[in-house]
């Protein structure tokens, strides 16, 4: 009942949770929700596809309106839905026309019905009109998201393209009605008393704002008339002779809502661009537009004709004498402004949001920012300052003349409302007969087409609404299993839980519901507090138990699995956790399956499939991934599956750049030499080298920065989030990098392979080597190359871990190789010789660890020492990098016994002088910086 009513009651969901908490609730019936209530939650959650999820910032705004994510380059798109579905006419219109019930994901009608349905009804802040955009073709192709196109052409085309899916429908009518308007192109002769006239519909009116300094000015240009004279003119076919005449455009008859297009867009004929206009244009919240109709210009003309006397009362027509005695209420031409579009932005880049006028709050003025997914209030004094265009000034700073600049933020399309709405229908009836309506009807008509009150009442048709209601649920569902104090109490059930009742709850089963929960919820939500607790609960139940280890494995083995949570998961700290409950479930069954891995029949060029495995191992099928997991046979090789998997989905790693992918085959590898084996078996060491080279210049060359500890969240003080796992209870340590596990990888592959030399190497770790695929040992072998050396030093010399392993598996491939040897030490003394001291640190570690190899070349030392003291010399002159020197020098004696050893075998002249050297640059620079060890060679020169 708990649940049901959590679910049910929305408008009391968040009054219930934070005025109620769960604890209580659990400590007297914690057993029974969890048994009856939480498990079978956990079925209804698999689905969710969220991460870094907070409850409050996924409600919607305040204003009850909600935002519209950009998928790709669509801003121009939500901002015209924003300002559509603010009509409150046709929205109303929309939702209650009837839709065709095929073919619903290429109708456009039924696709904008569900965009203003959950603009309208739904609960969360954001809607995804994906499936809109897929039901838009422009020239039979459908409509790329990732192509900006300018929103005045795209206005026109939509609305064109819903009005041929809205005929035969009651709403056939509707873009018509609400926003197409009559233009009237006109040709009048100077000389004779005859006109031509031609009438087209049109969505808006294009107005230049190049040197118009208000709308006022941009529209009388629009009506202002072109002689047609001399070679150019008009040709009468009344009078049959060419004659000068003029030649004009205006507004023949208007409806409820006005499309202006300011002309910012044009193309500049001396450089053949289009350029963008940011010229200042101000625009009123008023406009009257009688002056810039065909009949107000008529009569405009006629009375200035009367009053100069070129005109009396008998040259006019009788349609001319009606025409100014015909009385149209001026509210027939008085609009309001109610929507602006900007772009910001250049030509060949921009940005596209909107200020739309809340028509909801009828006591005050009030506006609304659409920017994508943001929805806030807009202080419509602003206006001149977003929307006006201009230039503004920059500060120079002190004692400097102020500058300025072109504003490249401005108003685009303009969107006017009739203030006084009129019925459409009614209104072009009455032009159709405006000739033949008595004078003194036309007020009384034009009053009887006035709405005054409009019915805003939606009825959704009822396969919207359960959509709706459908995602709201699931909305309300998310909110809760996601709300802090539910995490609370799941992880106090789960780490301090009851003892379960007999038959009713088996130990397992919390087990594998911890994990569940793990990973459905708690690594999926921003508030990270009780992660920890869980990843610890979840380590302890894999040490007590292979059969959930087995679970887990059997929940890995699905290569969609293993890509929703190491590929496609977006966040690093959450691939991070899952790696780490891999290795969790790794490390208790690889000593049962050890034997697998050892006499598993792959062939060195190719990787067991799924099928095969199963095939092996007696298995019918691997489950789906929507299936109950049930682990009932222990010898099923899990652990197996779930490796398989993870190679199934390699090659998406070049595409996702997902290193953590690489940690779990680190951690896998450190299990033993038969897991070492198999990898080198399954050529990991070449995916490895061949990702390191596809991703080096895109997230590879950089040191990762630690998790952040505190993040910035809107309107709101800084908040902290959650400790990370990984780290240290007391206090954060800086984490491992990802990059450091991929070096770590291909150390350990390096050491199984089977390496042909005269005596073992000191580091040699695996009895069990590997002999390599012809591919891996090309692999291998191109690591002596000094090209691949100075690839791989260039990816890891900023990072010590990573570039710990790499030297350890150079030493290790170096060993016994006297050419190679000379060639690493020419290169790591060429970097010396930079006089870098950024650069000495990947020197100075690849050469620790290739000194130490106890190989048949035992005079490398002495080379090394003679070319070093030769650099020293040259470098001594500055302070830090003979600092380093020295430095580095010391801890070759302190710990390697060998070059401690290759030292003292120096004849002593030659030694003294080396020694000599350093104590007198010691002596004359007394104040060391980089390390207060380099005193501590007095007593190493005592020791020799």
């Known amino acids: 009942f708990f649940f049901f009513f959590f679910f049910q009651a929305e408008d009391g969901i968040r009054d219930l949770v934070r005025s109620r908490g769960l604890g209580d609730v659990y400590k007297r019936q914690g057993q029974h929700l969890l048994t009856s209530c939480v498990l079978p939650l956990r079925e209804k959650v698999r689905e969710l596809d969220v991460w870094m999820y907070s409850p409050g910032t996924y409600e919607h705004s305040k204003f009850g309106y909600i935002g519209l994510k950009n998928i790709g380059y669509i801003c121009y798109i939500n901002a015209m839905l924003q300002q559509f579905f603010m009509i409150p006419l046709f929205r109303k219109g929309i939702l209650e026309a009837q839709h065709e019930k095929k073919g619903l994901a290429k109708n456009v009608l039924y696709q904008l019905q569900l965009v ?119 040709y009468c076919e009344r009078c049959d002779k060419k004659v000068a005449a003029y030649k004009r455009q205006n507004i023949k008859t208007l409806h409820n809502m006005l499309i202006v297009v300011l002309k910012r867009f044009e193309f500049n004929v001396e450089t053949m661009t289009r350029v963008k206009v940011n010229d200042f244009c101000e625009f009123p919240h008023e406009l009257d537009l009688e002056e810039f109709t065909q009949e107000g210009q008529t009569c405009k003309e006629l009375n200035r004709d009367l009053e100069s006397g070129r005109l009396n009362q008998d040259d006019l027509t009788e349609d001319q004498r009606k025409l100014l005695k015909r009385k149209i209420p001026k509210y027939y031409y008085k ?82 409302e009739r203030i006084v709405p009129l019925d459409s229908e009614a209104l072009d009836k009455y032009k159709k007969e405006e000739r033949d309506v008595d004078l003194g009807d036309v007020e009384r008509r034009f009053e009887a087409m006035r709405i005054e009150s409009e019915d805003r009442t939606v009825k959704m048709p009822r396969d919207l609404q359960e959509i709706v209601n459908q995602d709201n649920n699931k909305f309300w569902m998310t909110q809760y299993v996601f709300h802090p104090d539910y995490l609370s109490f799941v992880t106090n059930m789960v780490t301090n839980g009851q003892a379960a009742e007999p038959g009713k709850l088996k130990d397992v089963d919390k087990a594998q519901f911890s994990t569940t929960f793990f990973l459905t919820v708690a690594l999926r939500a921003r508030n990270k507090e009780k992660l920890p607790e869980i990843l610890s609960t979840i380590k302890g139940n894999c040490e007590s138990s292979a059969k959930h280890c087995q679970w887990i494995a059997a929940l890995f083995s699905h290569p969609e699995i293993v890509q929703e949570f190491l590929i496609s998961c977006p966040h690093e700290y959450a691939r991070r956790w899952v790696a780490e409950l891999l290795r969790y479930a790794m490390e208790k069954l690889y000593p049962l399956e050890r034997k697998h891995f050892a006499n598993i029949g792959h062939k060195a060029e190719t990787v067991c499939s799924a099928a095969e495995l199963c095939k092996l191992f007696g298995l019918s099928k691997i489950p789906g991934a929507g299936e109950r997991i049930e682990v009932t046979d222990a010898k099923v090789p899990y652990l197996l599956l779930m490796i398989d998997a993870l190679m199934q989905k390699i090659a998406l790693l070049f595409n996702h750049g997902n290193r953590e992918f690489f940690q779990v085959f680190s951690f896998f590898a450190r299990l033993g030499s038969e897991a070492r084996r198999f990898l080198n078996r399954c050529q990991m060491f070449g995916v490895a080298f061949e990702y390191l080279k596809s991703v080096k210049g895109n997230c590879m060359n950089f040191v990762s920065k630690s998790v952040a500890h505190f993040e910035l969240r809107e309107n709101s003080a800084i908040e902290p989030i959650a400790k990370d796992p990984l780290r240290d209870s007391k206090k954060y340590l800086r984490r491992i990098d990802s990059q450091t596990f991929i070096f770590e990888l291909m150390y350990r592959l390096a050491l199984n392979a089977d390496i042909q030399r005269s005596k073992a190497s000191a580091l040699e770790l695996d009895a069990l080597a590997t ?30 871990a990573a570039l710990t392993f790499f030297s350890k598996m150079m030493a290790y491939i170096a060993f016994d190789n006297e050419k190679f040897i000379k060639n690493i030490l020419f290169y790591t003394l060429g970097k010396l010789g930079n006089l870098d001291s950024g650069n000495m640190k990947a020197a100075f570690r690849l050469i620790f660890f290739l000194l130490q190899n106890e190989d048949s070349y035992p005079n490398k030392s002495i080379s090394f020492i003679d070319n070093f003291f030769g650099y020293f010399e040259d470098g001594k002159r500055y302070f830090r990098i003979a600092e380093s020197y020295i430095d580095f020098f010391i801890k070759l004696c302190r710990k390697s016994k060998i070059f401690l050893a290759a030292f003292r075998k120096m004849k002593g002249n030659k030694r003294n002088i080396y020694v000599d050297l350093m104590e007198a640059w010691l002596n004359s620079n007394p104040y060391p910086t980089y390390n207060p060890d380099v005193f501590l060679l007095l007593s190493v020169v005592s020791r020799l």
């Open 116 to 234: 203003f349905a959950f603009l309208l009804k739904s609960r969360k802040a954001v809607y995804s009109p994906k499936a809109f955009t897929q039901s838009i073709t422009i020239d039979n192709k459908v409509l790329s998201e990732v192509e900006q196109k300018d929103v005045d052409e795209f206005i026109t085309h939509f609305l064109d393209q819903l009005e041929r899916e809205l005929k035969g429908t009651k709403a056939e009518r509707l873009v018509k009605d609400t926003f197409k308007l009559t233009l009237a192109n006109e040709i009048i002769c100077k000389d004779c008393p005859h006109r031509s006239e031609t009438n087209e519909e049109a969505i808006s009116i294009i107005v230049s704002v190049k040197n118009k300094k208000t709308l006022h000015e941009g529209l009388k240009a629009y009506v202002e008339a072109d002689t047609l004279e001399g070679d150019n003119a008009y």
């Open 771 to 800: 002999k390599l695929s012809a591919s891996e040992e090309g692999y291998v072998g191109s690591l002596k190359e000094m090209e691949v050396i100075k690839f791989m030093v260039s990816v890891c010399e900023n990072n010590k």
């Open 335 to 416: 609009y309001k402004l109610t929507g602006i579009i900007v772009h910001t932005g250049n030509v060949d880049a921009g940005h596209y949001y909107s200020f739309i006028l809340n028509r909801d709050r009828r006591q005050e003025e009030s506006w609304v920012e659409f920017n994508d997914t943001i929805v806030r209030e807009f202080d419509p004094r602003n206006i001149p300052e977003e929307a006006f265009g201009g230039e503004e000034e920059i500060y120079a700073g002190y004692g400097k003349k102020e500058s300025f600049r072109e504003k490249i933020k401005n108003a685009y399309v303009l969107i006017y």
